[in-house]
């Protein structure tokens, strides 16, 4: 039972360039969650699912997009990196019927 | 707009002191209130508190929720270098249909001295 995985864990990007950040969880949860962290800033959402066919967007959409590709998994995608977009993304699912979310190991991305 | 605003955004102590960590909120619907623990990695789950009043405790961290005053708090006592992280609290919203969307504070950063 690994939980939440996120691939890769490290990325360097150049602005313009397109990546895909990739989260699966095996917990059998219904919603997950995209989030970025910044220095002092907590975890901001970008976009959600609260379950396998829907998604949201959260507090910080612009620049993202997402895919749920089925209830394991949940993508995020920059189509055009910019420096702004340099920060750790965190994975989160939860089970539904409570607020406790659980995360993934992040990923660290720096846009030069 | 909901708010999380925690104090102090940083503190500093020595092994065996206690320490207690605030979260104030401003939310439109309550419905939880989560606290969370940060070292280099992943937030790990720590508590979640819905009714006021009551602690929830485990070992030397325990944690209360004031829904008249709109605060939690989260006490560390006898401290251990262990315990050095970023503790992040957040509010669950009852508006909407779905559970789990969290407005996170900004973290208080503990550090813990030998």
């Known amino acids: 039972n690994a939980g939440v995985t996120q691939t890769p864990k490290f990325q360097v990007l150049k602005t313009g360039q397109s990546m895909t950040l990739q989260c699966a969880q095996d917990?059998?949860?219904?919603?997950m969650y995209w989030y970025r962290q910044d220095p002092g800033m907590g975890l901001r959402l970008i976009y959600y699912?609260?379950?396998?066919?829907?998604?949201d967007k959260g507090e910080v959409p612009n620049g993202y997009n997402v895919s749920r590709l089925n209830k394991r998994e949940f993508s995020l995608r920059l189509e055009s990196a910019a420096p702004s977009q340099t920060s750790v993304y965190f994975c989160?699912?939860?089970?539904?019927?409570?607020?406790?979310?659980?995360f993934g190991p992040g990923t660290r991305l720096t846009v030069l | 707009e909901d708010k999380v605003v925690q104090s102090p955004l940083s503190l500093v102590v020595h092994e065996g002191d206690t320490v207690t960590l605030n979260c104030s909120y401003e939310?439109?619907?309550?419905?939880?209130l989560l606290w969370y623990k940060q070292e280099k990695k992943a937030p790990t789950f720590l508590f979640m508190l819905?009714?006021?009043?009551i602690e929830k405790k485990s070992g030397r961290l325990s944690s209360i929720l004031d829904k008249k005053e709109l605060f939690s708090i989260l006490n560390i006592t006898a401290t251990q270098t262990g315990d050095s992280a970023v503790y992040l609290c957040?509010?669950?919203?009852?508006?909407?249909?779905?559970?789990?969307?969290?407005?996170f504070g900004q973290g208080t950063i503990l550090t813990v001295h030998p």
């Open positions: 989160a699912s939860n089970i539904g019927g409570t607020d406790t979310q659980y």
């Open positions: 917990m059998n949860h219904n919603s």
């Open positions: 699912s609260a379950s396998e066919g829907t998604t």
């Open positions: 939310v439109t619907n309550f419905r939880s």
């Open positions: 819905t009714s006021s009043g």
């Open positions: 957040a509010v669950g919203n009852a508006g909407g249909t779905s559970y789990g969307k969290l407005t």
